[in-house]
């Protein structure tokens, strides 16, 4: 473009936009050129003046100008100064008055407003441009209305805002604006059109003209409107005659206002549907400079543009969308099964081939609408009424519709469901004009008048007439309803040709609607009334009008397949035509072979802009000729009659060719007004003018072929009642499927003409080219439309079409020839559809050669050249892949023509494509028998053996079908016995095949590799296909899957990787196989059919067996949680029983074997309030174990057999003991030992049950009666006769070892352990992230962190330093703390298993040194990990030295002090300072608990001791425990300033009160080591005071520290200090017990028994 924008430049704008001016259609008319300085790019013309738009926004004014301060005729363009320093968009004018928008959406209006169509008031006329405001009245603020373009009438103005909602003002519109003056002088949105999507608008001299989208089900809806509101009169009504119906929606308000709830009256026979499509995209703060200025305009370019909503109350866009008149799909189809509820039966009769094709979709149809709402007055009569009506005639009127969607419609959806809507390229990048805005809007969906329901079974079908012909139905019909139908098929598809994301392409579903004078007929509604309000012209409707053009008195519509259509005053001939009536649209009478792309109208005439035999286009004229220089005769002929019009000049009777056209260069729009014609044209610069007129001319003409085949070929060919019985159930399916996606290519080839045609109108260059911007849009239709075709080739339909096509065509098809372009001579019926159907693949050829013409325009280096060459090379491309899918169809389709045996019918598919098969005995199977016979044949989708033996009738008996995507073929070595093998392997077959030569070899080992890799990616492109592939296959052998179905990953025949296994009984396995195995982790479901539920395993899978961790959920409600083995319950793990966890009666937790309990365990029995802790055998209480009770009870000993039978101990609530034999549960039987809580005891036989009454037959002592009684004082030990600590849980620690490598404890490779410490965290991690991604938000920042830290294995070997020991113990920190470590994961089951065994039932005070030695023994067993996966970490209790460095340092700064300390020992090695700050934390909720149930009594005493003390004051209180008075923080001198306040005698809580602070945080901590530090803490702050009281170092001794140190503890008040007392003492690390902290505990141990036995007197 740039050499376009130099030479442009160079010669002052001369090579574009050259404007030309002339009257009349004579021989003697030559053309006058206009000289500008710059490129015009858009003309108006007026009555007697025009307004020109040039490039950079400046207008221009030219002719006779009444309206300026000095009236006077302007023979040259005269700029208009007042709009200097704006930039215009777009210009209008009116017979006496003229419009501009600018850049800014603002409106310019001057001229002639004495009916105030200036928009201004208290002129009678404006002289300069001058703004107007658009302003919205809901609006609370004064809001501004941006405009986009204008329309100007005689008297009135009309204005498309950017919310593409019609303004109106002027004299004439007020019926319209509900004003009740005229004239407007202000402008008023138009409500009437308001939900309604306004493309482009038009002005006559009395009437205005606006080109609407159709309304459809992707539209907005609202409910129904029975009555109209105006007169409030039925809109339809039904008629019930003796034989039929007649239902009419000849409404007709009598105040002249169509009903503005509702949608406009249902076209009649000749509507069609139409397309809904989604809401534009450009928003309403927008700036209107969505369109530049840089292109050149046409007259009516300011006519076209947004909508709202339709006719309602002035109300927000959102409430009117909520009202549409429209009926959703699912009201439809409930009324449609009310109406088929009569013919059920009847239409079970209907078979495959009589179904119709028009499947359910949203009806947009008022008519339909409301015939639902009085189906109660109709009933059962219209639902019979409709199954009467002749399906012939449906297919006639109601094609198009919607794609096929059922057998063979799958093509069709293809093509179209990923193409939904197409929206206006206008509102997604700058336009280069505001003009035909209409050529580039939103494809839609097309409006529905089928009743799919009922035309579902292909009998059915609805025809809703409009007033002028009502519904009448004859008995008659009712018989023929019967007949074998074939299905209706969708010839314009629902959906455009283009994805959602790219809605680019321009809508063809339009209504056009008139309103105002209809004197003349000008209206289009078949009569000469005044409309009053906006209606649909329904003639229109289906007629792909892409403009509208308003002359004086008439009208022109412009399709999309290059006819006009003419309606209005036609006494000149200006129609084109002179047939009549002229006040319903008529086509304009052209030559053929004429396609006509623009259009304008003036006072008595029309041009028409055309393509013709050459590339340039021509002009024809139609009307009154005008002379040059007889003004005066025009006045005549306004005063004048019909005769004088006529008598003037003469006149057409049809369009005329203008001779002198081919003299103007390439025009590109043309412009009537007035009784004067103008042309914009351009020269032909280095051919690109000329290539972008052939380009579009070129697409013109093929979209009008394609709907000249649509509706002489294929339509009727349909509608054939033989066609069914000719073709068979498939090949009609896909026959609908061809027609389908015929449909849809000629739909996209009609929309990108318009485009191209709004692009020559417009900047005519290559930013608008969608061919250019969006060629995957025809690369994707043009391959979908091959497919359609070779499927029904390989089908043999046109060879069966021969019938059908002799009675549709007879035997000379010379339609068939010329359609086809075929110049064989006596060509065959089938062949020609073969030529006709192909006729498409030759445009691709036309676009390549196109697009290269036009890159030849261009520099070779230019960006320009570049994707015009990248188009081209694509589509050439394309070119070669079509013909060769052609022939690889007709290879097929003779192949199928000589198969022998009756395996056509099962392997003929219309998507198989033949590649090679060993008809010659090119490939043989190895090992064959001796009269076998093998063929392979091979397809693009699978790889056929067939099989059988010679001589027989039937040669190929069996035959076996090997998909290709889960095929894989390697070569055979070849060895010194000169066999040429391939080795085919599949999923349950591995087949050796010979070939007949090395070079059938490669050919066959080449043609598979690349079948199987189209078939895997969609293009060979690779020698050789992935052995690693994802693919689905159906098992068929004996076995394990037989007849199971696997979807997944896949590698040399066997599943591997992730995939989904479903077997026919409904199980399903999802997860990673590993050599067609399940393997690794997985989802398994079963289902239980007695339940009617299903089992439910998550977990892992090893060689196809339950394997490794998991949850198994039974349908019995019960839930295992542990670890699986061989397929079973093996390992750690804890069992659920109930319907809910939260209420499940019973809990398991412990070992299993074998899928039976046995080991250590623990079960709680919910329902009996008891929990057992001891060993199992194959599910039942076997060897040693606890019981303890909700009631207290507490029993220890031996079971055998799921009882207490044996030696045991039960001690009662009230620490009543009995030590003896038992023989059940709680039943004392043999001899033993009664102890009661006295001291008292029994000894003796005993028998009976626990608590209902015992017999004993023995001796009673009482042990303190007497002293000699003291020595057989009985103390019964509890913790004998139960599980040790090391026996517990050993299978938790085992599955630790195992996941590090050890077979047994420290039996293995450390080197190995942390290998496999890696390979789990990153498996996990990798399970976590693909978790991660279906659930975000499931693995934090931190922890991602730590978990790429534990990845780096730590330094392990070498001697442990206190650094390298401070580093140990942080790594145990954080891998404990995430259960992806194999270390955490034992943790995280410690835990588990620790407070399944001590809260509830368990929190018993007896369970309190079992629960103290567990934590001891989970220290022990996990420092034997830590110690074997660090080697060199020392013993327990051995000390590491500290580096003699470090001890120097810090003796050097207090040398002077250093006698006074003691040499600090180093670090000692202590699985307590490793490992209790990780665990305690964990345990210490259940083990506190324990330690406050035993320490109750003594807490209890302590407590009240404290309460009691604490009520003294601080001078009282340390008076009272003698604590010295020089530690009294008082002073009998008056303070200093600055001193602290003194304590007086009433001061509570005062003393040392930082020391209390701090000894109160030992409740806050969790170990020992913490809690230790707390008491040091707290003997430092006491030091501190006391130094800062006697103002010197001291030291303490015992007698002056312990008094001092029982004050805080006693007004820190800690609440069950016992507990933490006791703890810390069985917790405590050994290696500090006898240091200084040792010492401070004890002191603290003190204090606690001090208060106890305190007495206050």
């Known amino acids: ?185 202000r402008p008023r949105k138009v409500e009437q059109l308001a939900g309604r999507r306004v493309l482009q608008v038009a002005c006559g001299a009395t009437h205005s003209l606006a080109l609407v989208r159709c309304f459809g089900p992707g539209d907005t809806q609202r409910p129904p409107v029975d009555k109209c509101s105006q007169c409030n009169q039925l809109l339809y009504t039904m008629t019930d005659k003796e034989d039929h119906v007649i239902i009419s929606d000849g409404h007709c308000c009598p105040l002249g206002v169509e009903p503005t709830e509702d949608d406009p009256p249902t076209p009649a026979l000749k509507t069609s549907p139409s397309e809904p499509v989604l809401t534009s995209h450009i928003s309403a703060s927008e700036p209107p400079g969505v369109t530049s200025s840089d292109s050149a305009h046409t007259e009516d370019s300011g006519k076209e543009g947004f909508l709202a909503n339709e006719g309602e109350e002035p109300s927000s866009a959102v409430s009117r969308a909520k009202n549409s008149p429209y009926p959703d799909e699912r009201a439809v189809k409930e009324y449609l099964r009310r109406l088929s509820d009569n013919t059920q039966a009847d239409a079970k009769t209907a078979t495959g081939g009589r179904q119709a ?95 799919p329901g009922l035309l579902s079974q292909g009998r059915y079908a609805v025809q809703l007439l409009s007033s002028s012909y009502g519904l009448q139905l004859s008995p008659r019909l009712l018989r023929r309803a019967g007949r074998s139908k074939v299905r209706a098929v969708a010839l314009t598809p629902v959906v455009g040709a283009v994805p959602e994301a790219k809605e680019v392409l321009p809508s063809l579903q339009t ?257 608008g080219l969608l061919i250019l911007n969006h060629h995957d849009i025809f690369l994707d239709s043009y391959s979908d439309y091959c497919s359609a075709v070779g499927n029904f080739q390989v089908m043999g339909g046109f060879q069966s079409l021969a019938k059908p096509l002799l009675d549709a065509f007879g035997k000379s098809p010379e339609l068939l020839q010329r359609l086809s372009e075929c110049s064989e001579e006596n060509a065959a019926v089938p062949d020609l559809m073969v030529a006709l159907f192909y006729l498409p693949f030759h445009h691709v050829q036309e676009y390549g050669r196109l697009l290269l013409k036009l890159a030849t325009c261009f520099e070779v280096n230019s960006e320009d050249y570049r994707k015009l060459q990248d188009s081209c090379s694509k589509f050439e491309a394309l070119s070669l892949q079509l013909k060769r899918r052609r022939k690889e169809a007709e290879y097929t389709f003779h192949f199928w023509k000589s198969f022998p045996g009756k395996m056509t019918d099962s392997l003929r598919k219309p998507q198989r494509r033949l590649i090679c098969e060993s008809s010659n005995k090119t490939l043989t199977l190895q090992n064959a028998g001796r009269f076998s016979v093998n063929w392979f044949i091979l397809f693009n989708d699978a790889l056929v053996h067939a099989q059988g033996v010679a001589p027989h009738k039937n040669l190929f008996s069996s035959h076996h079908i090997f998909p290709l995507a889960t095929l894989w073929v390697e070569p055979i070595p070849e060895d010194d016995s000169s066999l040429h093998g391939l080795k085919v392997i599949t999923p349950e077959e591995t087949l050796t095949l010979l070939a007949s030569s090395p070079s059938e070899k490669s050919k066959w080992l080449r043609a598979i590799n690349q079948a199987v890799d189209q078939a895997l990616s969609g293009t060979a492109q690779k020698s050789e296909p992935p052995i690693s592939r994802t693919a689905a296959y159906t098992f068929y052998k004996e076995g394990r899957l037989k007849e199971a179905t696997y979807e997944g990953g896949w590698v040399s025949g066997k599943p591997h990787g992730s995939g989904v296994l479903k077997w026919p009984d409904g199980r399903i396995y999802t997860g990673t196989f590993k050599n067609g195995l399940e393997d690794g982790f997985g989802e398994f479901l079963a289902p239980n059919k007695p339940l009617n539920k299903n089992d439910c395993y998550q977990g892992h899978w090893k060689d196809g067996k339950m394997h490794g961790p998991g ?174 600590a090391e026996e517990k849980w050993q299978a938790v620690f085992q599955e630790c070892w195992s996941q590090l490598g050890c077979e047994a404890p420290e039996r293995g490779e450390h ?274 005071v006391v130094q800062s009281l006697l103002k010197q170092d001291f030291l303490w001794s015992m007698d002056e520290l312990f008094p001092v140190f029982l004050y805080v503890v006693l007004r820190a008040r800690i609440r069950n200090l016992g507990s933490e007392v006791s703890l810390m003492e069985d917790l405590m690390d050994p290696s500090v017990q006898h240091g200084e902290l040792g010492i401070m505990f004890t002191t603290l141990k003190a204090c606690y028994y001090q208060i106890q036995h305190e007495k206050i007197t």
């Open 1 to 185: 473009m740039e050499t376009q924008r130099k030479s442009s430049e160079g010669d002052c704008g001369g090579e574009r936009g050259l404007l030309h001016a002339w009257r009349g259609y004579s021989c003697s008319v030559t053309p006058e050129r206009l000289l500008l300085p710059r490129p015009v790019l858009q003309v108006a013309l007026g009555a007697r003046h025009a307004v020109l738009l040039v490039e950079g926004g400046q207008v221009y004014s030219l002719g006779a100008l009444p309206w300026k301060q000095k009236a006077s005729v302007a023979t040259d363009p005269t700029p208009e100064g007042a709009l200097s320093g704006q930039r215009v968009l777009a210009v209008a004018a009116g017979s006496f008055h003229c419009g501009a928008v600018t850049e800014d959406g603002g409106v310019h209006m001057w001229g002639d407003n004495g009916a105030g169509q200036c928009g201004l008031s208290g002129l009678s006329s404006v002289p300069n441009p001058t703004p107007v405001a658009l302003m919205e009245p809901e609006s609370s603020s004064a809001q501004v209305v941006s405009v986009l373009e204008l329309a100007c009438g005689e008297r009135h103005t009309l204005a498309l805002s950017l919310q593409r909602e019609v303004w109106a003002w002027g004299g004439g519109c007020q019926p319209c604006l509900n004003a009740a003056a005229s004239p407007v002088w």
């Open 357 to 451: 094709l028009l499947p359910s979709a949203g009806l947009a149809s008022s008519t339909l609408n409301n015939l639902a709402s009085c189906a109660s007055a109709v009933g059962e009569r219209v639902a019979s009424t409709y199954e009467a009506l002749s399906f012939k005639k449906m297919m006639n009127f109601y094609l198009p519709s919607r794609p096929p969607g059922s057998e063979g419609g799958a093509e069709v959806g293809d093509l179209t469901a990923d193409r939904v809507r197409q929206e206006d390229s206008v509102q997604t990048k700058k336009s280069c004009s505001t003009g035909d805005i209409h050529e580039e809007e939103a494809e839609g969906l097309r409006r529905r008048l089928s009743l």
């Open 511 to 767: 209504e056009v609607w008139s309103w105002g004078s209809g004197e003349h007929g000008q209206l289009g509604h078949g009569d000469c009334s005044d409309q009053l309000q906006p209606l649909c012209i329904k003639s229109l409707n289906n007629k792909e009008v892409v403009r509208v053009v308003a002359g004086a008195h008439h009208s022109l519509a412009l399709t999309a397949q290059c006819q006009v259509f003419s309606w209005g005053r036609n006494h000149c001939g200006q129609l084109g035509h002179m047939e009549k009536p002229s006040t319903v649209p008529r086509l304009t009478k052209m030559s053929e072979g004429i396609r006509v792309w623009d259009a304008s109208a003036g006072e008595r005439h029309s041009l028409l802009l055309a393509d013709g035999d050459c590339i340039q286009p021509i002009i024809y004229y139609s009307g009154q000729q005008m002379r040059e220089g007889e003004e005066e005769e025009e006045e005549a002929v306004a005063q004048g009659g019909e005769e004088e019009e006529r008598r003037v000049g003469g006149y057409t009777q049809q369009p005329v060719l203008l001779p002198f056209c081919m003299n103007l260069g390439y025009v590109s729009n043309v412009c009537a007004g007035g009784g004067r014609c103008m042309a914009l044209s351009d020269r032909n610069v280095m051919g690109l003018i000329a290539s972008l007129h052939e380009l579009a001319s070129t697409e013109r003409k093929f979209y009008c072929k394609l709907c000249n085949i649509k509706s002489q070929v294929i339509r009727p060919l349909l509608e054939l009642e033989s066609l069914s019985s000719a073709l068979g159930q498939t090949t009609i399916g896909v026959l609908q499927t061809l027609a389908g996606q015929f449909g849809g290519l000629c739909h996209l080839t009609g929309q990108h003409s318009a485009s191209l045609t709004s692009n020559l109108r417009r900047c005519r260059g290559l930013q």
């Open 1111 to 1284: 949850t198994y959920r039974y349908a019995s409600g019960e839930v295992y949680d542990g670890s699986f083995q061989d397929g079973v319950r093996h390992g750690h793990g804890m069992l659920r029983s109930g319907k809910l966890n939260t209420s499940s009666p019973s809990v398991f937790i412990g070992q299993w074997l074998q899928d039976k309990k046995t080991g250590y365990g623990v079960f709680d029995d919910i329902t009996k309030g008891e929990k057992f802790m001891g060993m199992w055998q194959d599910h039942l209480r076997q060897g040693t174990g606890v019981v303890v009770t909700q009631f207290g009870l507490y029993y220890e000993g031996a079971f055998k057999d799921n009882k207490m039978a044996g030696t045991g101990v039960l001690v009662s609530e009230d620490d009543t003991t009995y030590e003896g034999d038992f023989s059940d549960d709680w039943t004392l039987s043999g001899k033993g030992v009664l102890t009661l809580a006295n001291g008292d005891y029994l000894e003796g036989s005993f028998s009976g049950e626990w608590g209902s009454g015992l017999k004993v037959t023995g001796s009673y002592f009482k042990p303190h009666l007497f002293d000699s009684g003291k020595d057989k004082t009985r103390a019964v030990k509890l913790g004998r006769l139960c599980v040790s």
């Open 1311 to 1584: 080197l190995k352990a942390w290998e496999n410490i890696a390979v789990a965290l990153t498996s996990h991690r990798q399970h976590i992230r693909d978790s991660v991604s279906l659930s975000p938000g499931l693995l934090s920042r931190s922890h991602s962190k730590t978990l790429e830290g534990l990845e780096v294995v730590p330094q392990h070997e070498g001697p442990i330093t206190m650094e390298r020991y401070d580093l140990i113990r942080v790594y145990l920190l954080n891998a404990c703390d995430t259960p992806l470590h194999p270390l955490g994961q034992l943790v995280e089951t410690l835990v588990a298993v620790y407070r399944m065994t001590y809260v509830g039932v368990g929190a018993n005070r007896r369970l309190l040194p079992l629960a103290v030695t567990e934590i001891k023994s989970y220290l022990s067993r996990i420092f034997q990990i830590v110690r074997f996966l660090f080697p060199d970490l020392p013993e327990e209790g051995v000390q590491i030295p500290e580096p003699a460095s470090n001890i120097q340092m810090k003796r050097e700064p207090s040398a002077a002090d250093a006698p006074l300390e003691s040499p600090r020992p180093g670090l000692v090695v202590s699985s307590w300072t490793l490992l209790l700050p990780v665990l305690l934390p964990r345990l210490y909720p259940p083990l506190f608990t324990l330690y406050a149930l035993e320490k109750e009594k003594e807490d209890d005493v302590y407590w009240e001791c404290v309460l009691r003390l604490n009520k003294q004051p601080d001078l009282a209180l340390l008076a009272f425990l003698g604590v010295q008075q020089k530690f009294w923080p008082i002073s009998p001198s008056i303070p200093e300033t600055g001193d602290k306040p003194l304590v007086v005698s009433t001061t509570k809580d005062a003393c040392f009160a930082s020391a209390v602070e701090t000894l109160q945080q030992i409740s806050t901590t969790f170990t020992p080591t913490d809690k230790l530090q707390v008491i040091q803490l707290t003997f430092e702050e006491i030091t501190q």
